[in-house]
């Protein structure tokens, strides 16, 4: 199958997103990590693994990084952060993703 | 909102979010005559809404005759096809039905699209829309009961009130939330859709699904597409792109110890579905919680000047076959302006003159639907559907068509050494089958 004819481009997370048209706000993020929290109940990994955007990500020594500007809005890892270890609402009014398809 | 008394209202009817749910309550309230205001996070409607993109569109017709004809859809769904997917092989059962093309049954749809169009008709029957505003909190004043009663929003420095505030936020249902109306859903029945468009020639798309015009396909996908995570994956023909996921249930995904994209990644990838996006370039690329759980997960839908509609309230059904939430929201529009109208009208808007939502909601075929399928996601959470019965039904038809010089064997029991192979025990084969039969 496939024939070797190429794929679906682009291929990369980065590289998808760079298709989306997001309007940052660079006075507040809508992210807000407990670095504490969050290690101690292990919630850390679970927002890497489910946010389809690569929001988050983990430096060596546990600490989790959130790259808000990405952020596509689902709520995921709100779903599965342990109480307490995440505040995450929608960006304020005009700001964030928007889609031109849906 | 200057010259007036306190408490006051502002408006009849505050509805927040221009989604299906809340463009179609606000447009039934405001052909009743009501002061309706529809407050829109985005700066355009449809800007933070997204779906796979099937909408079963009988009930909006009903609110819009003829829209398929009006409305900025893509394409008429007349070809439904359920793949289980393994590694190597797939094994489908396709149905293209000519009746399902008139009346329309299932259209697709792109939110930033169509949400417009919905919308827009709610402005047209007299609501003010407010778009760019994102609502930070419920308004509430101590009510009669425990719960206190809700009197308006809050969004930034800005207070509106209302009679009636709607909440249509959408499935993480912030508003609801904050006063206790809806739980947080536990993880194994939520789910993470994520989805690309991918843009194709018109022609192309039609060659490759078989389809012709404005016809178009919904191919629902289960097994190793997912990696054989609880969930599947869809491809659904738009007018010039197609809309590929993957829906992912949480608890299993973090059990697999993969992320997200990389399951994604892997289903564009697979050699069952790489075929039909050959060549296509992604156009947008976004995501979408899901809540899952049916019945189980509709919250309390009224409190005291407040009713809950659409995904905000937990209205979605995945029966295996049809995945289903906008049509759900639309019927609990409907519901919802008809209740609040009564309790309007008769001057109680508190939560026993708002039941009325809740009864008309019940009696509609949006509760008829859930209750039908009340057993589908404790069903559809058996391991076996992502993984072992597509080995099963692969590893029969590679038995049937298979002529390996072996001596034939009648199918039945082709069948019976493909059950042995399987990993399916014939116990879990019946009490499956049993199951699946009394839930779907």
């Excluded at chain 1, 794929?7 to 309007?23: C, I, S, Y």
Aim: net charge negative; with cysteine; aromatic share 6%.
């Amino acid at each position: 199958m496939g024939g070797g004819a190429r794929a679906v481009n682009p291929q990369t997370t980065a590289e998808r997103l760079g298709h989306n048209r997001f309007v940052l706000d660079e006075a507040e993020s809508h992210i807000e990590i407990d670095q504490e929290v969050c290690r101690r109940t292990g919630t850390g990994k679970r927002l890497v693994a489910v946010c389809p955007a690569g929001v988050y990500s983990e430096l060596e020594d546990g600490t989790i990084l959130a790259e808000y500007a990405a952020c596509l809005e689902c709520g995921t890892c709100l779903a599965v952060a342990s109480p307490g270890a995440l505040r995450w609402h929608y960006p304020r009014g005009g700001f964030g993703v928007g889609f031109r398809e849906g | 909102m200057t010259e007036q008394a306190a408490g006051e209202p502002d408006f009849d009817v505050i509805v927040v979010g221009a989604g299906p749910a809340g463009s179609v309550t606000a447009t039934l309230l405001a052909r009743q005559g009501l002061s309706v205001v529809l407050v829109e996070r985005g700066d355009t409607p449809g800007a933070k809404n997204l779906s796979g993109g099937v909408l079963y569109g009988r009930v909006l017709d009903e609110v819009f005759p003829g829209f398929v004809d009006q409305a900025p859809v893509e394409r008429r769904i007349t070809r439904h096809v359920t793949t289980f997917l393994t590694a190597d092989s797939s094994v489908a059962i396709d149905y293209a039905g000519g009746p399902l093309a008139a009346p329309v049954n299932a259209v697709t749809v792109l939110r930033a699209r169509f949400d417009p169009w919905l919308a827009e008709r709610a402005e047209e029957a007299g609501a003010f829309l407010m778009p760019g505003v994102r609502v930070d909190s419920l308004l509430t004043e101590p009510g009669p009961g425990a719960s206190p009663r809700v009197v308006g929003v809050r969004a930034g420095d800005d207070e509106l009130r209302a009679r009636v505030v709607v909440a249509a936020d959408g499935v993480n249902s912030f508003l609801a939330r904050s006063i206790g109306l809806r739980p947080k859903p536990p993880e194994h029945h939520l789910a993470v859709g994520v989805k690309a468009v991918v843009g194709l020639p018109r022609r192309v798309i039609e060659d490759r699904f078989g389809v012709t015009g404005d016809e178009g396909a919904a191919h629902a996908i289960v097994g190793d597409c997912t990696l054989g995570i609880g969930g599947g994956a869809f491809l659904y023909t738009n007018t010039e792109s197609l809309s590929i996921g993957v829906v992912l249930r949480l608890d299993d995904l973090v059990r697999s110890g993969r992320t997200a994209v990389e399951v994604f990644e892997h289903c564009l990838a697979h050699p069952g579905l790489a075929p039909y996006l050959r060549d296509g370039e992604v156009l947008e690329y976004g995501s979408h919680l899901v809540a899952e759980g049916g019945l189980g997960m509709v919250g309390q839908v009224v409190g005291d000047g407040l009713v809950v509609v659409g995904e905000a309230a937990g209205l979605t059904i995945n029966s295996g076959l049809t995945v289903r939430g906008m049509d759900l929201a639309i019927g609990s529009a409907v519901a919802a302006a008809r209740g609040v109208g009564e309790a309007v009208a008769a001057g109680d808007t508190s939560a026993t003159g708002l039941a009325a939502y809740r009864r008309h909601l019940d009696e509609s075929f949006v509760m008829q639907d859930l209750r039908t399928y009340a057993k589908a996601p404790a069903f559809l959470e058996r391991g076996r559907m992502y993984g072992a019965y597509g080995e099963l039904a692969a590893g029969l038809f590679h038995d049937v068509f298979s002529l390996d010089g072996s001596p034939r064997r009648h199918l039945a029991a082709t069948a019976w050494r493909a059950v042995r192979r399987s990993p399916v025990t014939i116990g879990q084969l019946m009490s499956d089958g049993w199951a699946g039969v009394r839930a779907l």
